[in-house]
């Protein structure tokens, strides 16, 4: 795969949940050049400044990038990422390898789908939500949750909220009210776990919890990316 010129274009920072969205504007001559990624995938982003200069992966947070923009939604849980906000700015040049992975979901399949995000987890979900908006899928049924440590980490609520299609239903689990989410409390909206794919995003104690309850309970088909949020 080549490497596709980025160049940051907008910057949000969310101070009190300690994450950075990051907008990139592609800077390739020809405009049909861009990662073409699937909704839920990641790409490799080197931003080109002095003292960031590394390479990581990251979700892409919003859905194909017709319009030639990225979005990275990044919490500071690193070293890395906790120096991003003050070493990036408008006009950082970055070069995006991608996309990669397979944490996609399967519109062909009528397969019931629970997606669960755990915190900065969200950001694949975006990008299919997105994707689920402009397609109008109804015959897919999806529970999607969001556990948030408490409401002021639920940043994109209101887009959620704004962005979802009737085939999906949408439970923001917030754990300093009713501590963690437990899979077990979906049960009665599953009736065949034969045909049921769970995918997580998530802190890797939460997924490998939700994992074990899940198999517990007779489910099988499990989807998640194995890199660490760093």
């Known amino acids: 795969k080549r490497k596709y010129k980025y ?12 994450t950075l969205e990051i907008t990139l504007n ?7 050049k861009y990662p ?18 590394e390479t990581h992966p990251f979700t892409i947070s919003n859905a194909k990038n017709e319009n030639n923009q990225l979005r990275l939604s990044i919490k500071a849980l690193g070293d890395w990422t906790s120096v991003l ?3 990036i700015k408008i006009g950082t040049k970055v070069l995006v390898d991608g996309p990669y992975g397979y944490f996609i979901s399967n519109k062909n399949s009528d397969n019931k789908e629970i997606w669960i995000a755990g915190g900065i987890g969200i950001t694949p979900y975006l990008a ?10 109804s015959n897919k049924k999806i529970i999607f949750v969001w556990s948030v440590k408490d409401e002021k980490e639920a940043i994109y609520k209101n887009e959620i909220l704004e962005n979802l299609p009737e085939n999906i239903e949408f439970i923001l689990h917030n754990t300093s009210i009713s501590s963690f989410f437990k899979f077990e409390s979906l049960l009665n909206k599953i009736i065949d776990k034969n045909n049921a794919s769970i995918y997580i995003c998530g802190p890797a104690p939460m997924r490998t919890a939700i ?10 088909d ?4 194995q890199f660490n949020f760093r």
Request: glycine share 6%.
């Open 7 to 18: 160049v940051v274009s907008d910057l949000k920072s969310f101070d009190e949940v300690g």
């Open 26 to 32: 592609n800077q390739e001559e020809n405009k049909e």
């Open 36 to 53: 073409k990624n699937k909704p839920g995938q990641f790409a490799f982003f080197t931003f080109k400044e002095n003292g960031i200069e």
């Open 85 to 87: 906000k003050d070493k």
């Open 128 to 137: 299919m939500l997105e994707d689920y908006k402009k397609e109008n899928n």
């Open 211 to 220: 994992i074990k309850d899940a198999k517990s309970f007779g489910f099988k």
């Open 222 to 225: 499990f989807h998640f990316e």
